[in-house]
């Protein structure tokens, strides 16, 4: 699952890849700065979600983003969100990068998962606490 998410991600890096997945978009006008167009170029991909119609991911930063209105500009609500991001902070097209580019992206792109992944057992380890402390207290 792990790796197959880290594929998925990884096609991510191409605009046109992202761009795919706003398969049905509702924001999918040229009057909404939301439109698919900008989304993907602003590092977005779409997830599929039957709750969450507007759910989107960066690639690079992992940073999950919903709520979306037509006036939203997405490399603002990027920016404002996720300002550490290496994908922002690079504020580049992807055709203007270079190789240095694509490999400092794709560095920062694997921090985000390692940190992904830590916080996700931390909150794991967390709850397993909480279970415990309850058990314990119940038997005393």
């Not at 698919?36 to 759910?55: C, H, I, Q, T, V």
């Not at 609500?77 to 055709?95: D, P, V």
Request: aromatic share 12%; net charge negative; hydrophobic share 30%.
């Amino acid at each position: 699952m792990i790796e197959e998410n880290n594929n998925l991600e990884f096609s991510m890096h191409m605009e046109k890849n992202r761009k795919a997945t706003f398969v049905d978009w509702p924001y999918d006008d040229e009057s909404c700065l939301c439109n698919s167009k900008n989304m993907a170029e602003a590092g977005f991909f779409r997830l599929k979600s039957e709750n969450e119609p507007d759910l989107v991911k960066c690639f690079v930063c992992l940073k999950q983003l919903d709520g979306w209105e037509p006036e939203d500009d997405p490399w603002k609500e990027h920016k404002y969100h996720s300002s550490k991001c290496a994908f922002i902070k690079l504020n580049k097209k992807e055709c203007d990068w270079t190789m240095d580019d694509f490999l400092k992206i794709e560095a920062e792109r694997q921090k985000s998962r390692v940190r992904f992944h830590i916080e996700q057992q931390i909150e794991h380890y967390k709850q397993e606490a909480v279970k415990s402390r309850e058990f314990i207290e119940k038997i005393i």
